[in-house]
T-cell receptor
């Protein structure tokens, strides 16, 4: 149980374009979903926290107009990187907590590797 | 600024040995602690969670927590080459927010 999927797993795009990444909880309802970014050999950096039907809470230093998060349902959250630039190239990982279970145990998606040319 | 510190490694152990991974955290009020394993190019996978002082065992893995010393560790017994990965220590920072350490790279030599 507690499977989280992400799509796409890998994306290459041109500078200036926008990229949408989907995060789905497959067999459970996710109370909260998180979006992380990870640079090579670095730890996960929390970008934002989202709850279904409400605006995402962004961490300090993360541009909310650049990284648009939509949490349309209890099983789907999307991250859109707008006007992507090469410095946005990174590994983006979502995670989710299970409604009714321990609120601080996160289940991670497989990640999306974004390369901006 | 709440922090989680880990030795980046690499930690190299021979197959069959015990690997010991350590982590310290700055927020004395933290109550929940986690160890994740991350293979290269993959996302983290939860190995253990621990909430109380002492040891918690699960198969070959033992998590140890000492809140007074703000210290949490992970022991891997009978290390296997497949255990070679980066191990992330994570601490709940209040609410749903979790702070991750930078990870310790473990190499288990066959």
């Amino acid at each position: 149980g507690a499977v989280v999927s992400q799509h796409p797993s890998r994306v290459i795009c041109k500078s200036g374009t926008s990229v949408k990444i989907e995060c789905r909880s497959l067999d459970f309802q996710a109370t909260t979903m998180f979006w992380y970014r990870q640079f090579p050999k670095k730890s996960l950096m929390l970008m934002a926290t989202s709850n279904e039907g409400s605006k995402a809470t962004y961490e300090q230093g993360v541009e909310k107009d650049k990284f648009l998060i939509n949490h349309a349902s209890l099983t789907l959250s999307t991250l859109t990187v707008t006007s992507a630039h090469p410095e946005d190239s990174s590994f983006y990982i979502c995670s989710a907590t299970v409604a009714g279970a321990s609120p601080d145990t996160q289940y991670f998606g497989p990640g999306t590797r974004l390369t901006v040319l | 600024q709440k922090e989680v510190e880990q030795n980046s490694g690499p930690l190299s152990v021979p197959e069959g040995a015990i690997a010991s991974l350590n982590c310290t955290y700055s927020d004395r009020g933290s109550q929940s602690f986690f160890w994740y394993r991350q293979y290269s190019g993959k996302s983290p996978e939860l190995i253990m969670s621990i909430y109380s002082n002492g040891d918690k065992e699960d198969g070959r893995f033992t998590a140890q927590l000492n809140k007074a010393s703000q210290y949490v560790s992970l022991l891997i017994r009978d290390s296997q080459p497949s255990d070679s990965a980066t191990y992330l220590c994570a601490v709940n920072a209040g609410g749903f927010k979790t702070i991750f350490g930078a990870g310790t790279r473990l190499f288990v030599k066959a």
